[in-house]
């Protein structure tokens, strides 16, 4: 079956630090990749995503961009802020109408 | 726009009860879903849907049952309560199967 595979946290960085989360997946077929944030007490939002390799995503000076050749979709932010402190989710859906989530990564900024 | 609308946001059952989780959207949406979070975890998809009359499972889907009789509502039922299905559950849904997920609040339930 498909799965997603996301870089354990928590993850805690000082305001203005490079942000790279890790996210790899496998699946058959070529499913769209997603990244969601859950801010807390709220439901996921979208944050981005990529329908076919090669795409990149972007969204609020995140990126990410669909590997198929390392089955990877990596998030990253050039400088972090404090409002960015969320739980972070990778996912893929297919065209069947099946998703696959990852188990979030946690990130705290610190002034 | 009220977009996804989940009802109750808490609840407590007691073992073995029986329980329906309502939601409704108001975008027209084909794609409904159902979804449980277990702390420190991601989503686990229990059911969706692609249209009225139309439900399949996903990952997790015993002790529930769906049904889809109208495009806007997606009532989830668990029948007999059980420990193992306190979590937070999500309704959503979406244009297309490769499209955004609208999320509804969420539904916290507790089966003591």
């Known amino acids: 079956g498909n799965s997603v595979t996301q870089m354990e946290g928590p993850v805690t960085l000082s305001e203005e630090a490079f942000l790279t989360i890790n996210c790899t997946y496998t699946?058959?077929?070529?499913?769209?990749l997603f990244w969601y944030v859950q801010y807390p007490g709220e439901g996921l939002q979208l944050l981005l995503k990529?329908?076919?390799?090669?795409d990149k995503g972007s969204n609020k000076g995140f990126e990410a961009t669909y590997r198929k050749e390392t089955t990877s979709f990596h998030l990253e932010k050039g400088s972090v802020q404090v409002s960015d402190s969320a739980v972070y989710f990778c996912?893929?859906?297919?065209?069947?109408?099946?998703?696959?989530f990852g188990d979030g990564t946690t990130l705290t900024v610190k002034p | 726009n009220a977009g996804v609308t989940q009802t109750p946001k808490f609840r407590i059952l007691k073992i073995g009860q029986s329980m329906t989780l309502q939601c409704t959207q108001d975008?027209?949406?084909?794609?409904m879903y159902w979804y449980r979070q277990d702390p420190g975890m991601g989503l686990k998809l229990i059911y969706y849907?692609?249209?009225?009359?139309?439900?399949d499972k996903g990952e997790v889907p015993n002790g529930y049952n769906v049904s889809r009789s109208t495009t806007e509502d997606f009532p989830l039922r668990l029948e007999l309560a059980a420990p193992s299905q306190t979590s937070v559950y999500f309704c959503?849904?979406?244009?297309?199967?490769?499209?955004?997920?609208?999320f509804g609040s969420g539904t916290q339930l507790s089966v003591l």
């Open positions: 849907s692609v249209g009225a009359g139309i439900t």
């Open positions: 975008m027209n949406h084909n794609y």
């Open positions: 990529a329908t076919k390799a090669d």
């Open positions: 959503a849904s979406s244009e297309g199967s490769k499209e955004k997920l609208f």
């Open positions: 996912a893929l859906f297919t065209n069947a109408g099946k998703s696959t």
């Open positions: 699946a058959t077929g070529y499913p769209s």
